[in-house]
């Protein structure tokens, strides 16, 4: 009875235990580039407001985007590729963005998936931003993005 007694608090408490390891934990968003994900302005112009001709590309998705689907497993492997090793690949999950009501940048791309590049977008006289955005076709859109990165990756 009291070996019973002790089982039973134990199962009790490793119940407790894991439910509030459920609530607490941060919740992994995953990546559907596996490209690393930025969730905020803050972190989104830490990584585009710099002129140091580094070549940025920005990956915008959200949930239940069949498109978005088409896209990223396409475009995600470009990060594993070396030629590109110079290049920063990050991922902006829509459902998952904390400003979208006030990000300029965040807010300009009004379809999904679109893919945007950086480059010197602080330094605006050498600098480009270059948008492509083809959620109707996102093989297209893959494409597009192969093709703009062979061309600018080492300039
Ligand atoms: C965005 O994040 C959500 C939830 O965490 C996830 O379910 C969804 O798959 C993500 N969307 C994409 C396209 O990765
Ligand atoms: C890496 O990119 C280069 C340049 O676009 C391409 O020729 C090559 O086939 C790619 N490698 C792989 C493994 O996809």
């Known amino acids: ?13 490793i119940a407790i235990l894991q439910f509030s390891q459920v ?12 490209w690393p994900l930025l969730r905020s302005s803050s972190a989104f112009e830490t990584i585009y407001n710099r002129n140091d001709n580094q070549l940025i590309v920005i990956y915008f998705t959200k949930d239940n985007c069949p498109p978005c689907n088409v896209c990223a497993p396409l475009i995600g492997p470009l990060i594993l590729n070396s030629t ?14 904390l ?18 590049f950086y480059r010197n977008y602080e330094a605006t006289e050498n600098g480009y931003i270059k948008f492509l955005w083809k959620s109707a076709a996102p093989m297209v859109m893959a494409q597009d993005t192969k093709k703009f990165l062979e061309a600018n990756y080492n300039l």
């Not at 009875?1 to 408490?13: G, H, R």
């Not at 590109?84 to 963005?97: K, L, T």
Request: glycine share 2%; hydrophobic share 45%.
């Open 1 to 13: 009875m009291f070996a019973n007694k002790s089982l039973f608090t134990i199962v009790i408490f």
């Open 23 to 34: 609530n607490s934990t941060t919740i992994e968003i995953p990546s559907a580039t596996g």
């Open 84 to 97: 590109y090793a110079n290049v920063q690949f990050f991922e902006i999950n829509f459902s998952h963005f």
């Open 99 to 116: 400003n979208i009501p006030t990000d300029y940048e965040v807010l300009e791309v009004t379809s999904l998936p679109s893919v945007k």
